[in-house]
């Protein structure tokens, strides 16, 4: 089984903040921290995977320092970890980022089959689900279950 789970960069809700001169958060020198509701998600992933065997792989979207995002995810048990880079996205909205997690997400499964692709339920700024939009671009999807189950057997139950 392959689980993709999107994750994300943020700034720490406790470092200070900036804006630079084309409106866009100054993202460097400040500490940033794994969207806390990506964290679910790849606990979801990881306790799958520990049942049923197979790898997760951590998606992110975003500028060098987001590539700490792939870092914590490594951390919390993914087996592999894809940080999209590239100039021409810088400051995207959600709905750019969502393109290019779901081109990701696309392209993952053209190596392999991805079985399920997991998300946080937002993003921690003002609540924007980019990675779920990603999510419904890519393929077939759920969001904000309580449970997951697979006729092969697996089922992940979320608590109320």
Not at 94 to 115: K, N, Q, S, Y
Not at 130 to 153: L, T, Y
Request: aromatic share 4%; proline share 2%; glycine share 10%.
């Amino acid at each position: 089984m392959r689980i993709v789970v999107c994750v994300k960069y943020v700034p720490d809700l406790q470092s200070e903040r900036a804006f630079d001169a084309q409106g866009r958060v100054v993202r460097d020198g400040g500490d940033g921290t794994l969207n806390e509701l990506d964290e679910n998600a790849l606990q979801a992933a990881t306790d799958l995977i520990a049942e049923h065997d197979g790898e997760v792989i951590a998606v992110t979207v975003g500028p060098v320092g987001a590539e700490d995002a792939a870092r914590r995810a490594f951390q919390r048990g993914a087996d592999r970890a894809v940080h999209v880079l590239d100039d021409a996205i810088a400051g995207s909205d959600v709905f750019g980022t969502a393109v290019c997690l779901a081109a990701a997400i696309r392209r993952l499964d053209a190596e392999a089959p991805v079985d399920v692709v997991l998300t946080g339920m937002a993003a921690g700024r003002a609540h924007l689900d980019d990675a779920g939009g990603a999510r419904r671009r890519a393929r077939a999807a759920a969001a904000h279950s309580r449970r997951a189950a697979h006729r092969g057997g697996w089922r992940r139950d979320r608590p109320s």
